[in-house]
């Protein structure tokens, strides 16, 4: 399903999270919301649907929430490989240049994904968000150097305040590339369950 519009709250408190989704999706016919946990104890409510619901349901979330909301992001126009890419689908690469943006939080996470693909010609390969990130958000783009270094420029400016760190990498190694394309967790490369 194609979404014309996305909105995200961050709340620092899961009963706060729990109460403004519940007001979000009271206010305003919202076509999809997906609420949970995730470490280190925040609480999401991610609404998607036609831009003047979103953004009231946003709007009713801010409210309620208020000194609860950690962080928080509207997108009117969310680029398609970013509904793709919070589904959990990840591209597969091992060739040109790697980019690499870390936010503390999910909402600058997404909004710097969002600005990259918009604003170059590059993959996005994932969007990781929170869980095993201890509440961080990351971002890896994929193209030619020139196009991955404007979509980290691009994005990591978005970021400002939220951003722990950018990074591009020319010609990451190969034996790289199996590590970034698998899940991301150490644990995992061994078997091991997660921690």
């Known amino acids: 399903m194609d979404f014309p519009a996305l909105a995200l709250l961050e709340f620092n408190s899961i009963a706060a999270g729990i109460e403004a989704g519940d007001a979000m999706v009271k206010r305003a016919p919202v076509s999809k919301i997906q609420a949970g946990t995730v470490q280190p104890g925040h609480y ?25 909301v950690r962080d928080t992001l509207f997108l009117p126009n969310v680029h398609p490989d970013v509904i793709t890419a919070l589904g959990g689908q990840r591209q597969m690469a091992q060739e040109d240049a790697l980019g690499i943006i870390e936010t503390i939080t999910v909402a600058s996470a997404i909004l710097a994904a969002d600005a990259g693909v918009k604003g170059a010609e590059v993959s996005l390969l994932q969007l990781r968000l929170a869980d095993g990130l201890g509440g961080k958000g990351l971002v890896y783009f994929h193209g030619l150097l020139a196009d991955v270094e404007t979509a980290v420029d691009l994005s990591a400016r978005l970021a400002q305040n939220q951003l722990v760190r950018q990074m591009v990498i020319p010609q990451l190694h190969t034996e790289m590339w199996e590590n970034v394309n698998g899940y991301g967790r150490f644990g995992q490369h061994f078997g091991w369950e997660s921690m």
Do not use: C, D, H, P
């Open 44 to 68: 999401l409510v991610l609404v998607a649907g036609n831009v003047a619901s979103v953004e009231e349901a946003f709007a009713a979330g801010k409210e309620v929430g208020q000194t609860a």
